[in-house]
T-cell receptor
Framework: DAKTTQPPSMDCAEGRAANLPCNHS???????VYWYRQIHSQGPQYIIH???NNETNEMASLIITEDRKSSTLILPHATLRDTAVYYC????????????FGTGTSLTVIP | EAGVAQSPRYKIIEKRQSVAFWCNPI?????LYWYQQILGQGPKLLIQ????????DSQLPKDRFSAERLKGVDSTLKIQPAKLEDSAVYLC????????????FGEGSRLTVL
């Protein structure tokens, strides 16, 4: 079962930062936070992951709170192509545990 | 680098018929996953392979679903007989290893059961 809670939907103006929250209050010490997104009619796409520290790559930034009970995915300058369902997943990386995708947040970027 | 290939992209069958989906993962990826995604829901893992061995098939309805990865490369997922509730997108994904968290997904095979 999904160990994360996300809002079902969000809107963001094009060019603005999109901040997608995720609660994972029962996260274990060896579990990473992963973010994937799924654009309509495509398979999910990996975005970023982290354990404790904030992470940044060419797609997004991941901010994890100090107690690790929540995180925020930041798309710094949202474009229309960022309209998608965003999934926050926790998983222990040193095991073969499966990814529980949940229902995610449907982000709509508005022109 | 070629991505995960899946076929067919679309399939329409009547209930009680059978169907098979094929997946070719990214070259060198040891771990292969089959997910079922029903409209409006997130993907649900059906089966996970490490090379040609099954790691997790706890959510695979074994009375009607089967999957194999005989040579540890490509894989086939079969449904026989199909039910109306099997209408979904079947996604294949691969990763370099079990511990790798970056999964690469194919575009999926959309099944409609009438």
């Amino acid at each position: 079962d999904a160990k994360t809670t996300q809002p079902p939907s969000m809107d963001c103006a094009e060019g603005r930062a999109a901040n997608l929250p995720c609660n994972h209050s029962t996260i274990s010490g060896n579990e990473y936070v992963y973010w994937y997104r799924q654009i309509h009619s495509q398979g999910p796409q990996y975005i970023i992951h982290g354990l404790k520290n904030n992470e940044t790559n060419e797609m997004a930034s991941l901010i994890i709170t100090e107690d690790r009970k929540s995180s925020t995915l930041i798309l710094p300058h949202a474009t229309l192509r960022d309209t998608a369902v965003y999934y926050c997943i926790v998983r222990a990386s040193n095991t073969g545990n499966q990814f529980y995708f949940g229902t995610g947040t449907s982000l709509t970027v508005i022109p | 680098e070629a991505g995960v290939a899946q076929s067919p992209r679309y399939k329409i069958i009547e209930k009680r018929q059978s169907v098979a989906f094929w997946c070719n993962p990214i070259s060198g990826h040891a771990t292969l996953y089959w997910y079922q995604q029903i409209l409006g829901q997130g993907p649900k893992l059906l089966i996970q392979f490490q090379n040609n061995g099954v790691v997790d098939d706890s959510q695979l309805p074994k009375d009607r679903f089967s999957a194999e990865r005989l040579k540890g490369v490509d894989s086939t997922l079969k449904i026989q007989p199909a039910k109306l509730e099997d209408s979904a997108v079947y996604l294949c994904a691969s990763s370099f290893s079990l511990s790798t968290g970056e999964l690469f997904f194919g575009e999926g095979s959309r099944l409609t059961v009438l």
